[in-house]
């Protein structure tokens, strides 16, 4: 059966079909003989993938969604026959060359070995036979510069010499041989991560459910989304020279709901298309279909399409007004059409990030770092935006490009600035973490501070409170009921710190949550809702157990039949009707947000103040002599003074706690017939 071939099979297959008619027992020998057929077909034949698997599901009824899968599969395999091979050589070309920069004999080497091959070429008329590629390759540097016997010997001594003289060329170009050394162990970890395999349907699948949780069917994510555009791309535009009437021409671009207009721009859109300018999105990268894909016409595939319909739709307006407005401000710089083209994409991949699997970061790959660093892939391009803005401005080979640099880098925290205000800006709110530790570590333990809300209250002292708020929440925060801050904010992208006053195991979970991504935070909030529902609280259990855009509308719902309460049912604010048509769309109102910020840093000093009151009386009753620091605090404190009758209180209180705990439990007026009862 081994040598028989397909055509044979099909002949004696339609022999069998003329002969079937209703007979089930020839349907039975047609399929058992194609079976024999593909079994002895070479383990690496595609056909393979048609042999009967027991215990597993055959043939789909669903036609389109077989071929999406079948023609996803071969499409890799065709992309890997095609470019695998060019990845790896120009990997192996860049390694030579890094080899090369590092040894002069090396260089010598090579350049000999150029000449001969260039001599070769040069000789006329040309000739070759067997014994010259012996004797130029017993002088190559290495077996992957041979010649090989071939039908047209100058064509493949032109390969070598081509592939040579390009490591020679590189190797004059490199400048820092560690920098470099560590860019080509990076490429090389990345090219065998990407080729490593397949994404896991497990992590695939909780990808998907991590986005529909958190961001899918959700108003407030795609009109987010929209934000990118005049805080990202327009200044990128601007700060470059290939670009002329930036603003002017953005304008237009919304205006004309990013569709070209002339049959020019129509081109050159759609050649934009189908390069995947348009599709590689964040929404399919967090939704886990950017490498994973999903089956067409599954229930899953439906459900993603109409979870993610507003948040793509956003990304993809997005993505063609910043193309079509840098396309017609290239052209207006005195681009060609080309030219403007390769701009206006490179502006639109810088701007709007390129979220396809190949480009994140090697620790965020793999099945398990994809589902923990979910909606991290944003955080990387933006810190790689400014990090690179900073870069050119302070490292640039040209004034050109440090110019450039100084306009993007200004121009990006300007704009960050105008939306999130400086509590909103790139690492700030690492900054004030690291300033907060340092305050409690070194500051004083009578008086403890929340930096983040003395620095808002001395702003309000001097500018007034919508000042103080324009400098630290931004514009829209100031002028509008809406927190567009927090929504904006690029000051916790990587981890947020927690707001409340932490300690021990309680502060290890709150970073263990931070650190666990998206599917930590939904484990988590089961038992937040477990814990509202065991206190009769259900809308609030419902808002911890249901995805984000349900979430917000049950929340509305309890706004609008209860009010905004406290958990002991104390009201925070009136909600206004605004805010409420805000919170079903997602976004939270500025007032509540400042309340609960203030409230926050209250109770946290409180507690620490408390904590600091707690550890003098402990103190002195462990018999230090701390009476010059209780002085100190009953001066700062006039009204919690630490005095003779608190000490005494706090003796005869520990005296009677001593008396009472006995075997591991303190026995109290309603523990006592508990104790009784359990006295093994």
Do not use: C
């Not at 205006?255 to 129509?266: A, L, R, Y």
């Not at 937040?528 to 911890?544: F, H, M, Q, V």
């Not at 017939?673 to 006295?679: K, R």
Request: glycine share 8%; proline share 3%; aromatic share 8%.
């Amino acid at each position: 059966m081994g040598a028989v071939s397909g055509q044979f099979i099909a002949d004696i297959d339609k022999l069998l079909i003329d002969q079937q008619g209703d007979n089930p027992a020839i349907t039975e020998l047609r399929d058992s003989i194609y079976q024999l057929y593909l079994k002895n077909l070479p383990s690496l034949s595609s056909r393979k993938k048609y042999i009967h698997r027991n215990n597993t599901p055959g043939y789909d009824e669903d036609q389109s969604r077989a071929f999406a899968q079948a023609g996803r599969k071969v499409a890799n395999d065709i992309a890997r026959i095609e470019h695998l091979h060019k990845l790896e050589a120009t990997l192996d070309k860049a390694e030579w060359s890094l080899k090369l920069s590092n040894s002069q004999y090396l260089t010598k080497q090579f350049k000999k070995h150029a000449q001969q091959l260039q001599d070769r070429l040069d000789k006329q008329p040309f000739a070759f036979n067997n014994k010259d590629i012996s004797d130029i390759n017993k002088d190559s540097p290495d077996e992957g510069f041979h010649i090989y016997e071939s039908k047209n010997p100058e064509a493949e001594i032109r390969r070598v010499l081509k592939k040579t003289q390009e490591i020679i060329d590189n190797a004059s170009t490199i400048e820092d041989n560690i920098f470099t050394s560590r860019g080509l162990n990076e490429l090389k970890k990345s090219h065998q991560a990407m080729t490593g395999g397949d994404v896991h349907p497990i992590a695939s699948g909780l990808n998907a459910l991590g986005f529909m949780w958190y961001l899918g069917a959700s108003p407030a994510a795609a009109i987010i989304n929209l934000t990118q555009m005049p805080t990202v791309s327009l200044p990128m535009m601007i700060a470059s020279a290939k670009f002329k009437n930036s603003g002017k021409h953005f304008g237009t671009a919304l205006k004309d709901k990013g569709n070209g207009k002339t049959p020019e721009e129509i081109k050159y859109m759609d050649m934009a298309a189908k390069s995947g300018l348009y599709d590689t999105t964040q929404v399919h990268d967090i939704a886990g279909v950017a490498d994973a894909g999903v089956d067409v016409g599954s229930v899953r595939d439906k459900g993603m399409k109409l979870m993610a319909a507003m948040f793509h739709k956003a990304e993809v307006f997005n993505r063609k007004a910043t193309y079509l407005a840098s396309f017609r401000a290239a052209k207006d710089a005195g681009l060609t059409p080309d030219a403007a083209h390769e701009a206006a994409r490179k502006l639109t991949w810088d701007s709007h990030l390129d979220y396809s699997a190949q480009n994140r970061a090697r620790f965020m790959r793999g099945n398990f770092a994809r589902v923990v660093t979910q909606f991290k892939a944003f955080s990387q391009g933006m810190y790689y935006v400014y990090g690179e803005a900073l870069r050119k401005w302070s490292k640039g080979k040209t004034e050109a490009e440090k110019t450039e640099g100084r306009k993007l880098f200004l121009m990006l925290m300007g704009s960050q600035f105008a939306v999130g205000g400086a509590l909103g800006l790139p690492m700030s709110g690492m900054v004030m973490g690291a300033a907060q530790g340092l305050a409690e570590a070194f500051g004083d333990e009578d008086e403890p501070q929340e930096l983040k809300a003395l620095f808002r209250q001395t702003l309000a002292d001097h500018i007034g409170e919508t000042g103080g708020d324009i400098v630290t929440k931004g514009l829209l925060n100031a002028f509008s009921p809406l927190n567009l801050s927090d929504r904006m904010s690029l000051g916790d992208m990587w981890i947020r710190t927690p707001d409340y006053d932490l300690e021990g195991k309680a502060e290890a979970l709150s970073y263990v949550e931070a650190l666990g991504g998206p599917m930590m935070g939904l484990f988590t909030n089961l038992f937040t809702a477990k814990e509202a529902l065991a206190n009769g609280d259900y809308l609030r259990a419902a808002e911890s157990a249901t995805p984000k855009f349900i979430k917000d509308l049950i929340r509305t719902g309890r706004y609008a039949t209860e009010g905004n309460l406290t958990k002991k049912g104390l009201v925070v604010k009136e909600m206004t009707v605004t805010e409420m048509i805000a919170q079903a769309l997602g976004v939270s109102s500025a007032e509540v947000a400042k309340i609960r910020g203030k409230a926050t840093a209250i109770k946290n000093i409180e507690s620490a103040r408390g904590k600091r009151r707690r550890s003098l009386i402990d103190a002195r009753l462990n018999g230090e002599n701390n009476q010059a620091e209780i002085r100190e605090w009953n001066k700062k404190h006039p009204r919690d003074r630490i005095t003779a009758q608190t000490i005494r209180q706090s003796k005869q209180s520990r005296a009677r706690y001593e008396r009472q705990y006995t075997k591991g439990i303190r026995e109290t007026k309603r523990n006592k017939d508990l104790i009784a009862q359990f006295d093994y």
